[in-house]
């Protein structure tokens, strides 16, 4: 079935450490995005790729950084510098920018 | 700045009753709006979508109405079920202009009241 696979679900982390999570979609979808979401506020666009090889800050790009070398991957990496990284990110595709977007399960990360 | 935004944070509803829930936006360059519904722990899923040059569209057990005069945007649940406890975001971007992400509102929790 075609759909969008973050991973991992759970992550714990230690303050200092680098962590990356991993989206993967074969929805051969051109754009892909990065959300944040903290309890009780809307998500929160970290950065996003219209393209394979083209990615642009979003909102809160802060202590972020992302790839996209493959159509089907972008991941993230939530460095050291990320304040307060405890979060549930979530990851999206769409057919083309601006589009409907089709969303991950999410992956919530917790700093120790 | 310009947000999207609902007008309550939390509604409960009687299970079989219709369901309400606002989105007012202030960027007046928005034409394309969405609701997305999210169950706990989980990302969020397409509900129904409305361009701005329509002001009402139904999908099954769904209604988006739009009011562009006082950028406000409504969802309608027609006999809630438990199934409908969840989060209700409505999201909105200008896509004819270069910036044409998805903007979303804080959410609305639904709690459906058995």
């Known amino acids: 079935d075609g759909g969008i696979t973050q991973s991992p679900k759970y992550l714990f982390r230690k303050e200092g450490q680098n962590v990356t999570l991993s989206c993967e979609q074969n929805l051969n979808h051109d754009a892909m995005y990065w959300y944040r979401q903290d309890p009780g506020q809307g998500l929160r666009l970290i950065y996003y790729?219209?393209?394979?090889?083209?990615?642009q800050k979003g909102d809160i790009a802060e202590g972020y950084s992302v790839s996209r070398e493959k159509k089907e991957s972008f991941p993230l990496t939530v460095t050291s510098a990320q304040k307060n990284p405890t979060a549930f990110y979530l990851c999206?595709?769409?057919?083309?920018?601006?589009?409907?977007?089709?969303f991950g399960e999410g992956s919530r990360l917790t700093v120790l | 700045g310009e947000s999207v935004g609902l007008h309550l944070p939390t509604l409960s509803v009687q299970e079989g009753d219709n369901s309400i829930i606002n989105c007012a936006y202030s960027?007046?360059?928005?034409?394309?709006f969405i609701w997305y519904k999210q169950e706990s722990g989980k990302g969020p899923q397409f509900i129904i979508d409305i361009r701005s040059n329509m002001d009402k569209r139904q999908g099954q057990r769904v209604t988006v109405l739009l009011n562009k005069t006082v950028k406000h945007l409504s969802l309608q649940i027609a006999a809630t079920q438990p199934g409908d406890s969840a989060v209700y975001f409505c999201?909105?971007?200008?896509?004819?202009?270069?910036?044409?992400?998805?903007?979303f509102g804080a959410g609305t929790t639904v709690t459906v009241r058995a």
């Open positions: 960027n007046s360059a928005s034409d394309y």
């Open positions: 790729s219209q393209i394979v090889n083209d990615f």
């Open positions: 999206a595709s769409s057919i083309d920018p601006g589009g409907e977007l089709f």
């Open positions: 999201a909105e971007t200008p896509i004819h202009s270069n910036d044409y992400k998805l903007s």
